[in-house]
């Protein structure tokens, strides 16, 4: 590697269920410098930390990459999810504090956890120990006995979780130190959230405690091989919510990397892709991981483990059981239902990946290919013995779907001769037995599409398909026709979570329940959410937060994002005012007529047009990304100094009177090189976040704001 030129690189790894991908990209350009697969290594006694690091040295050496070349590396991981799933948790010991009478009592109640069962079928659970102190008795000394107890119990973990304790941590922060004098892995519920909810606050802390010894065992020989490896940025692991988190923040809250797989795989359509508004599908050989990205967020809720709500945020994807490798089930007139068993469960090839002459005489079998499943899965034995079974991507491969460029693509003739039999039993030609396949498929994709548009609100003009993983050409092209919706299959498809762990930004996050918040209270809010995203390995210089108030909770959020490191530069290539013209028109769809540059400034476009007598806006940034889709809206520039009156005018104008209700506008402002966003019940809030954001600017300095007019 001696003698080669200086570069900024960036590395990601993502752990998958059967291979670990590492991904080199250059930190200015974004391009692939190269990448690198390895079995994900399981059984080693380093587990998936082994395979980690082997892909991620392999990479660098084979393309050349120095130690001191590596600016940003992370990973994402299955460990925490799998640790859930598999089982392999710690015991947990609760230390419980409240204060006396009633409320004491009603607490003591509250912490007082079960169980934690992940599993009731195979009687999987987290182990839960309790204990209660009274906060006029919590001193050093009490609380060392009720470890000590909570240890001969069985407990090997410990929690320290006190009623209001959002309001007051110094409690915890006293039990969280007893148990790390004595060397005890330890969680401080007011540590992973600061919602209220004690019960949920304590199970979601007690199942963030159960996965520390395993993932701080990881952590340690991750970041001990990528140091050795002479690489000198800290290690940043994924999380649910797709952001990354410096290694030391994993040790304290590793339940926050649950479910980072599909994250990786959402954020890598987002930053990679430039998918700023699109249905988000990653279709592998067994599941398909189904998510939305909007206005360049991708949607966010709240995680079930083992069945139990959480406070833990993470990217809100469905898994549908019916992928590229599904099997099909059958009766004596047709296609019962495809998945959720897929080829490789059953020990089958598919028929498309086999030479034609090897198809010789294939004879129906059908099998349960787990104990306990239908016995109506088929499977074809040959002539030569060999079993095998036919797919989704078989049956797109007889329709001719499948573009050669895409894994995906198999032998056509070879899937024909393994689907003729199964057709002519249920006397219907080998293409209407493919229709039939993929029409089960596209009935539960479909289904899970009308969910997510209606709670994201998505207008149906504007949805994008993207489809990732190597699955994806089996069921996209199709489901994307019969929704009469536009799709695109990236070229590095296969790869695309790597890409997304490469490219991905710090993100935190803090939720506070605070009914009618003061410009104080969003403030401080900021502050801490900006606080812990720096703690978390971001430079404060990049660190921006966003902050949503959900008015019938009482609920406010600050998510915070920011870089790993200041950019100077920025070499992406800047689109002319034609090219973003061009990039509307596509976005907009054929019905949108009349499109036109409705405004602009240094940094944004915003482009409007006509549809049955509406607005649909865009605003589309100068690096080609599209900001935000309003299926009716309408800009104003105006200077900093005068933004309130232009607020409160389109406010007034463009409300919406119904019989119970009045639909007031959502609110953008493009300022700077950022694009807020604000809704809220009351104008007096809408101003309360604005004046936060521009308070501090040129009174001269132009804005654009947008009012995107609700749907009546």
């Known amino acids: ?15 998958g269920g059967t ?5 080199a990209m250059d930190n200015d350009t974004h391009e692939i410098i190269g990448k690198n697969e390895v079995k994900t290594t399981h059984d080693h006694k380093d587990g998936v930390a082994a395979g980690v690091v082997k892909s991620f040295q392999n990479c660098m050496w084979e393309n050349n990459i120095s130690p001191e070349d590596v600016v940003f590396v992370a990973h994402s991981t299955t460990q925490a999810t799998n640790a859930f799933i598999e089982g392999d948790v710690a015991s947990v010991g609760v230390v419980g504090v409240a204060g006396g009478g009633l409320e004491g009592f009603l607490a003591k109640r509250q912490l007082a956890l079960k169980d934690i069962v992940l599993d009731e ?3 999987r659970m987290i182990k839960v120990y309790n204990s209660f102190i009274k906060k006029k008795m919590l001193t050093e000394e009490i609380i060392n006995k009720n470890i000590g107890e909570l240890l001969a119990e069985g407990a090997q973990v410990v929690v320290a979780s006190m009623a209001f304790g959002v309001d007051s941590m110094g409690e915890e922060q006293l039990i969280h130190d007893c148990a790390k004098k004595r060397n005890v892995p ?24 159960s996965i520390l010894p395993k993932m701080m065992a990881t952590a340690n020989a991750t970041e001990s091989s990528v140091k050795s490896a002479g690489v000198t940025v800290p290690l940043m692991i994924m999380r649910g919510d797709g952001g990354v988190m410096e290694i030391n923040e994993m040790r304290k809250r590793p339940i926050l990397t649950a479910l980072s797989g599909p994250a990786a795989s959402v954020m890598g359509s987002l930053m990679y892709l430039r998918a700023s508004n699109a249905i988000y599908f990653e279709v592998g050989g067994t599941t398909t991981n189904i998510g939305v990205i909007k206005n360049g967020r991708p949607g966010v809720d709240y995680a079930k483990i083992g069945g139990h709500d959480t406070y833990i945020n993470s990217l809100d994807v469905r898994i549908l059981g019916c992928a590229g490798g599904s099997m099909v089930r059958i009766n004596d007139k047709c296609v019962v239902d495809v998945g959720p068993r897929s080829a490789h469960i059953a020990g089958c090839e598919y028929a498309c990946f086999l030479p034609e002459e090897e198809i010789e005489d294939p004879q129906i079998e059908l099998v349960s290919p787990k104990p306990g499943d239908p016995g109506d899965y088929v499977t ?18 007889v329709l001719g779907l499948i573009d050669k460029k895409f894994f995906a693509f198999g032998n056509a003739g070879s899937a024909r001769k393994a689907m003729k039999p199964v057709a002519d039993k249920l006397g219907i030609t080998v293409e209407e037995l493919a229709t039939q396949i993929l029409d089960k498929d596209f009935e539960k994709v479909s289904a899970c599409i009308k969910s997510l548009a209606e709670k994201y609100k998505l207008d149906h003009d504007s949805m994008r398909l993207v489809g990732c993983g190597g699955g994806a050409a089996s069921l996209v092209p199709y489901c994307a026709e019969k929704l009469g919706l536009a799709y695109s299959i990236p070229e590095h498809a296969e790869v695309i979570s790597s890409i997304g762990v490469a490219l991905s930004m710090v993100r935190d996050v803090v939720e506070r329940v605070i009914p009618n918040p003061s410009q104080e209270d969003i403030r401080e809010l900021k502050k801490e959410a900006s606080d812990l995203a720096v703690s978390s390995g971001a430079s404060p210089d990049t660190v921006e937060v966003h902050i949503e108030i959900d008015n019938q909770t009482g609920k406010v959020t600050a998510i915070a994002t920011g870089s790993t490191e200041v950019k100077t530069t920025d070499l992406l290539k800047e689109c002319e005012e034609a090219e973003a013209l061009k990039l509307a028109e596509e976005d907009f769809g054929p019905k949108v007529a009349g499109i036109h540059l409705a405004e602009k400034t240094d940094k944004f476009y915003v482009y409007s047009g006509e549809k049955e007598g509406r607005r649909p806006l865009r605003i589309v940034d100068k690096k080609g990304f599209i900001k935000v889709q309003c299926s009716e809206g309408l800009v104003e520039k105006c200077k900093v100094k005068d933004y309130e009156e232009v607020v409160e005018q389109l406010w007034k104008d463009h409300a919406i009177f119904k019989t119970d209700t009045v639909l007031r506008p959502d609110f953008f402002v493009c300022v700077g090189p950022r694009v807020c966003d604000y809704s809220a019940v009351d104008l007096e809030q809408v101003m309360l976040l604005m004046n936060l954001d521009l308070g501090d600017r040129e009174p001269e300095e132009e804005i654009m704001i947008i009012a995107s007019i609700r749907e009546s």
């Open 19 to 23: 291979y670990t991908k590492c991904v």
């Open 380 to 397: 074809l034995r040959l002539r030569n013995g060999k079993k095998i079974c036919f797919t989704n991507t078989d049956a797109a491969n």
């Open 186 to 209: 330890v969680t401080m519920a007011s540590d992973i959230t600061k919602l209220y909810g004690l019960t949920r606050r304590t199970r979601t802390a007690a199942i963030n405690a």
């Open 121 to 123: 079928k195979v009687g």
């Open 1 to 15: 590697m001696a003698g080669c030129m200086q570069r900024a690189v960036r590395m990601g790894i993502d752990v």
